[in-house]
């Protein structure tokens, strides 16, 4: 495993920002971002927790302008790409130009797993800017593998510089995260990366897996925060990779640092593995669902689970969290077969 260069991509500030409701202040980015920069990460990913432009009545209305925050985030940035997630439908050519007059040197674009095609506007415009882009496939595990190749190899045909598979359900198995990695990774002449949640408790394994199956761009956040049960917990991810013989930018103790002092005292609860997050996982829906799910269950008296598993029946995806609030009402009310 030696010389096998890993790129860790750190999301404590996008996916994390699910986790904290979308509350982050310029102080608490700046100080993450700069803790990151120092502790040698690659790519430091920072939006609404669904993007640019995310924050809204669906989707939770963030504290700060996701400008305010790259720019302060920018600041404290020498070495590392400041990288925004952007949905095509949710955010725009016009927030993705605002973005990297805020500090953005990198962009990816996440659509689901089999709607690669919508992703083409927004990379070829980030290519236009010269920033990095990535093609990101969302809920991979809803898809064969047959089509996750189709659909990373139109993203590649984009101009695409990686493509990155997403657990987003953390539903995956080892297994399956193998078969899906090593089958792009031979189909596209571009890296391939991966991105875990922990919902069933395989995030580090699922990680390890796609790494051991040729994936070279991985991501993580800091103390696992996320949204569902969190993400692959990235000073424990830069661990393992060490201790496994693989040429890691990140500093250990630096990650466990910031960790503990600058994302431990903002966290609203523990990351853990509670029973939401495990229907999650265990139902394939969509990871930032779950703090959605529990406002629903407030309002309809419901048990949390039933929601999610009829969520997962339907196949619901990210962009649909409205659909919440009509599953719970039909429930509460009898109208589920």
């Known amino acids: 495993m030696d010389n096998i260069k890993i790129t860790m991509v750190d999301t404590t500030l996008r996916d994390g920002s699910h986790a904290v409701r979308h509350s982050y202040t310029e102080e608490q980015v700046a100080a993450i971002a700069g803790g990151l920069d120092k502790a040698g990460i690659d790519f430091i990913e920072l939006t609404h927790g669904d993007g640019l432009g ?4 669906n989707y939770g209305f963030s504290k700060v302008s996701e400008f305010d925050l790259l720019t302060a985030a920018s600041s404290k940035i020498e070495n590392a790409k400041l990288t925004v997630l952007l949905l095509p439908g949710i955010g725009t050519i016009a927030d993705l130009k605002q973005a990297q007059k ?12 089999t709607e690669a095609d919508v992703s083409a506007e927004h990379i070829y415009a980030a290519k ?3 920033m990095f882009a990535v093609g990101f496939l969302m809920m991979t595990h809803m ?3 047959e089509r996750i190749v189709e659909e990373a190899k139109k993203m590649e045909s984009y101009g695409a510089d990686y493509i990155n598979l997403a657990d987003s359900a ?3 198995l080892p297994e399956g995260v193998k078969e899906r990695i090593e089958a792009v990774t031979q189909a596209v002449k571009i890296p391939v990366g991966f991105h875990a949640h922990n919902n069933l ?5 699922n990680s390890l897996m796609a ?3 040729g994936a070279t761009f991985i991501d993580g956040t800091l103390r696992g925060l996320g949204a569902g049960a969190g993400n692959a917990q990235i000073e424990v991810l830069a661990g393992v990779l060490k201790r496994s013989g693989y040429d890691v930018n990140a500093d250990f103790y630096k990650l466990m640092d910031i960790a503990q002092d600058s994302v431990d005292p903002i966290m609203l609860r523990p990351q853990t593995i509670d029973n939401g997050s495990l229907m999650l996982g265990y139902a394939g829906v969509y990871s930032s669902f779950l703090l959605h799910v529990y406002d629903a269950v407030k309002t309809y008296e419901l048990d949390p689970r039933d929601i999610m598993v009829e969520l997962g029946k339907r196949g619901m995806v990210g962009g649909q969290e409205d659909m919440i609030i009509d ?3 039909q429930l509460k009310n009898g109208l589920v077969k």
Do not use: F
């Open 170 to 172: 953390g539903y995956l």
């Open 327 to 329: 599953v719970a009402y």
């Open 143 to 145: 898809a064969p593998v």
């Open 128 to 130: 236009d800017l010269g």
């Open 54 to 57: 995310g924050s809204s009545y």
């Open 102 to 113: 805020c500090g953005a040197k990198a962009v990816r674009v996440a659509t689901h797993v």
């Open 201 to 205: 408790g395989m995030a580090i394994a």
């Open 211 to 213: 790494v051991q199956s």
